[in-house]
């Protein structure tokens, strides 16, 4: 059973202030540092996966309708409900009914304005509006841009390709309305985090395939790239950082039918042609089996002369772009992220 949103709000208000303490005194709370290929983990994610521990079963071992509910009030915790000038929910019509959008608006901004859609990660399984809501409101804010999230159809209920066709439409329909929400279609950029930096990927290759209106930047946190091929970064951290092989085996064999081509260029972007995308900020996780696709990924954008913007976050662990409100380390490298996608879109 999830937690009351009064019990929640106080066990997230604890976790902040534990991260507030002096670092020595969290490196003490952490246990000895962790060291893998050289780069070390941040004591503040260290003491989060201790804590973690704590907490009871992986969302992996859980019914998929209680993990959805985890991952929910666990993104709650770590983002909290940042101040922002305005949050607005509305139905558009999407392939299969009604598609939901969340529409953030920064403190002062008036007018139309940049802005970036931005899709939810969670594996294709889990993960909502709610869920990502405090990375929105971060991004927003700090970039100053308009920030539309996609609350897409999740698998088992809707496998492969629904995700991609839910986030497909939604893109189309901002570029078609895109005065009328008050976006600057010449400014619109693309983003998500995991399974969502993957399906933000393959869109933006898609627009660029299909002679659609492209993303003028693309913002790719810890992307998923590759359905196709294991790498190292999956066995050396396939488990105790957050995201496991575990989690990653579940969401494929949820998301997928099993009669796929997994270099399909609806699953696989780093298979396919990428000359002509939109240029790139990709940041990826020291200490995430993603680690490497993601690294891949950007250089396989440069090598085909795709400006891109690449950074490890070398002491970080995937999922720190829900982290906003918490502690030090996640909120400087998402502020990172956020002003290099102002720094795109000015």
């Known amino acids: 059973m999830s937690p009351t949103p009064k019990a929640a709000a106080a066990k997230g208000a604890v976790l902040r202030s534990l991260m507030k303490l002096p670092e020595p005194l969290i490196r003490k709370l952490a246990g000895k540092p962790i060291v893998i290929d050289g780069k070390t983990l941040h004591p503040e994610m260290q003491l ?12 992996e071992t859980l019914p998929i309708a209680q993990g959805r509910e985890q991952i929910v009030a666990g993104a709650g915790l770590a983002g909290g409900k940042l101040p922002i000038g305005a949050v607005t929910d509305r139905s558009i019509d999407g392939p299969a009914g009604k598609l939901d959008l969340r529409f953030y608006t920064p403190r002062g901004m008036r007018g139309v304005a940049p802005a970036l859609f931005f899709i939810h990660g969670g594996g294709w399984v889990y993960g909502d509006l709610d869920s990502h809501d405090a990375t929105c409101r971060f991004l927003a804010e700090q970039a100053q841009v308009r920030v ?21 439409a939604a893109w189309q329909w901002i570029i ?12 619109l950029a693309i983003g998500g985090d995991s399974a969502g930096g993957n399906l933000a990927a393959i ?37 105790g950082f957050y995201l496991s092989k575990a989690f990653m085996d579940l969401a494929r064999e949820n998301y997928l039918l ?15 042609d990428v000359k002509g995308v939109a240029p790139a900020y990709l940041v990826t ?15 396989k954008l440069r090598d085909a002369g795709v ?3 690449y950074v490890c976050e070398e002491s970080l662990i995937h999922g720190f772009a829900n982290m906003v409100s918490m502690g030090t380390a996640a909120p400087r490298a998402m502020r990172r992220a956020a002003n290099a996608l102002a720094r795109s879109l000015s």
Do not use: C, M
């Not at 539309?148 to 497909?168: H, K, M, N, S």
């Not at 299909?210 to 066995?235: G, K, N, W």
């Open 285 to 299: 996780a020291g200490f995430d089996p993603l680690l490497d696709e993601g690294k891949e990924y950007a250089d």
């Open 307 to 309: 400006r891109v913007d």
């Open 258 to 272: 099993g009669n796929e081509a997994l270099d399909d260029p609806r699953l696989s972007p780093i298979r396919h």
């Open 176 to 187: 078609d309305n895109a005065e009328g929400i008050g976006v600057d279609a010449e400014r």
């Open 148 to 168: 539309i999230a996609v609350d897409y159809r999740l698998a088992p209920e809707a496998p492969f390709p629904a995700a991609l066709d839910d986030t497909w």
């Open 203 to 239: 869109i933006a290759q898609k627009a660029v395939r299909e002679d659609v209106q492209a993303p003028a930047f693309q913002l790719l946190i810890y992307p998923a790239t590759d359905f196709a091929f294991d790498r190292p970064s999956y066995t050396t951290f396939a488990k």
């Open 48 to 59: 989060l996966l201790r804590l973690e521990k704590l907490e009871g079963p992986e969302v």
